[in-house]
């Protein structure tokens, strides 16, 4: 198996990383002589999260990373049989020790599909007692990643297309599995890139990042640097003194914006000049450490003005504090004018960004139309999706030995659907979305054009639907624990998945008030429900 499968599996999930139920019944299956009998599980939530219509399916790569390592070592299996009771047969821990998902079985929504309550994110089949193990890594790998990258999709509807969205929540998310696993499926839920470098590193998210106040504040304009001078962009010419040109630039700066030279403070106008040697291709500044109008914009437009002499452009500057729209409106008018007073028009489209805890009411504003700013950069509001903290996906068991199984309960809502299922996606003619269709693997799948009767979940009558298309939903990813097809890379997940979203009707897009998308059963899937209700025989 490739280093890179084990390398990314173990930081995926550990098997030990699991409730210890999951042991106990694994036990109580290997004594009931039942560890081997083939059995079907099914991963699903029952609510759309955040009071909308829908959920990106996200998560399956790291399953697949997971169940292509999984393997229990010594240290696992020595600490399992010091939990469970002294007398238990050392067979038991010699089987454990030997697992694998060589006889694992997975089909799967593709990262990024649409999904809708009830219909299954994953089936997985294989050995009871084996499949019986996986369920809390899974719903702990799918869970969450679904969470955020529906979150991120929320927030990018919000935004609208045209907006770029930084992710800025590693320093708030809750640990570092947290952190990394949020940067990566706010990647794919269509924000445009992280601070997280380790994300980078093994998940090929895109970093982004400005400066912090930290940076501009230890400067305290007092320092030299050890070497000022820049040579031009193009790499002809003589090096010039950079310190020395920002100094005539900001006198120059300050007559046109009516400011006292002595005003714009002395370390932020150093820091910058440190970051702009540092970093001339990729000059931005943090405006608002001192006062946005009277130091930040002023020090700022001096070295973007010095740097552009020698041919070099600022990539933006960032807000952090105060009413980040209305500032970002008089910084683009100050950019105008600064522009035509000298002859710059390149400045009049530097990029403003902003950040300061922006949740979706805010992002709605920074949104509007006519808004100037350019870069939202989003943090503890992406990653702790705080309207609602967890998705409630559930990992229920549909068949053993072939034969259905279903859970009735005292709660209708926790009722299980039995049988392995397939499902399908109906469509109109004009590809609209009508509904998913769930039905029993054995029956033959929809046809499009084809009437047919059905039964939306929740209903108490009966439907007929006549789909132009129908899209099966389920795929085979893996297959007696290997894989069927290459799995597609983050970036190709993403582009999935807004494609996902532009299918949505704007009905059931909408954030607030969503209509309700249908899942409906076949007759012969709502028929066993209905038997097995009742207490039919299997």
């Known amino acids: ?27 109580g299956y290997w004594r009931a002589g039942r560890a081997f009998e083939p059995a079907e ?3 699903f939530f029952r609510r759309c999260p955040f009071g909308g219509s829908f959920v990106l399916a996200a998560g399956l790569r790291d ?3 997971f169940l292509r390592t999984f393997r229990l070592l010594d240290a696992d299996v020595q600490f399992l049989a010091s939990m469970l009771p002294p007398d238990t047969d050392p067979a038991f821990f010699k089987h454990l020790r030997a697992l694998d998902c060589s006889g694992v079985t997975v089909r799967a929504l593709p990262e990024g599909s649409l999904a809708f309550p009830g219909v299954p994110l994953l089936q997985v089949s294989g050995p009871l ?3 019986q193990l996986l369920e809390t890594p899974l719903l702990c790998l799918v869970s969450y990643a679904s969470l955020v990258a529906t979150n991120a999709a929320r927030l990018r509807l919000i935004a609208g297309p045209d907006k770029r969205l930084l992710e800025l929540g590693l320093r708030r998310a809750q640990g570092p599995d947290g952190g990394l696993t949020a940067s990566t499926y706010s990647y794919l839920g269509g924000f445009d890139s992280s601070s997280n470098v380790l994300a980078g590193q093994l998940r090929g998210v895109p970093m982004a990042g400005t400066l912090a106040h930290s940076f501009i504040t230890s400067f305290s304009g007092n320092e030299v640097p050890p070497d000022p001078m820049l040579a031009p962009a193009a790499g002809k010419g003589p090096r010039v003194d950079l310190v020395a040109r920002v100094k005539l630039w900001l006198e120059r700066v300050c007559a046109h914006l009516g400011l006292g030279l002595q005003e714009p403070h002395l370390g932020e106008q150093a820091a910058f000049v440190a970051y702009a040697l540092a970093f001339p291709w990729a000059f931005q500044g943090l405006l608002d450490t001192y006062s946005v109008r009277r130091s930040g914009l002023p020090n700022f437009l001096a070295v973007a003005l010095a740097l552009g002499e020698l041919g070099y452009r600022a990539v933006g500057v960032r807000l952090d504090s105060g009413d980040l729209l209305q500032q970002a409106q008089e910084i683009r008018r100050v950019f105008r004018t600064t522009a035509a007073q000298f002859q710059v028009p390149w400045l ?9 805890n922006i949740d ?8 509007q139309e006519g808004s100037e700013v350019n870069v939202i950069g989003i943090g503890t509001s992406v990653v702790t999706c705080p309207q609602q903290p967890s998705l409630g996906c559930v990992y229920k068991l549909v068949s053993v030995g072939g034969q259905p199984r279903m859970k009735l309960t005292e709660d209708p809502e926790k009722q299980t659907l039995p049988g392995s299922k397939a499902a399908f996606r109906l469509l109109g003619s004009d590809g609209s979305l009508l509904m998913d269709l769930l039905q029993l693997a054995e029956e033959p799948p929809p046809q499009a054009g084809q009437e047919l009767r059905v039964w939306p979940r929740g ?6 639907v006549r789909p132009a298309q129908v899209e099966p939903l389920l795929r085979l990813w893996l297959q007696l624990g290997e894989l069927c097809e290459p799995l597609p890379s983050l970036s190709e997940s993403r582009a999935f998945a807004q494609q996902s979203l532009s299918r949505l009707s704007p009905a059931h897009r909408r954030l607030q008030s969503p209509a309700l998308y249908q899942v409906a059963l076949s007759e012969k899937l709502r028929a066993l429900v209905d038997s097995l209700s009742a207490g039919g025989l299997l």
């Open 360 to 367: 979706e009411e805010e992002l709605a504003r920074l949104a």
């Open 63 to 65: 399953c697949m990373r």
């Open 348 to 356: 009049e489209a530097v990029p403003i960004a902003v950040s300061n």
């Open 41 to 43: 599980f099914e991963l």
């Open 129 to 131: 007692l084996l499949v």
């Open 459 to 464: 209903a108490q009558e009966p439907c007929t």
């Open 1 to 27: 198996m490739a280093a890179e499968w084990d390398a990314e599996g173990r930081a995926a999930a550990r098997p030990l990383l699991t409730d210890y139920y999951q042991a106990t019944m694994a036990l």
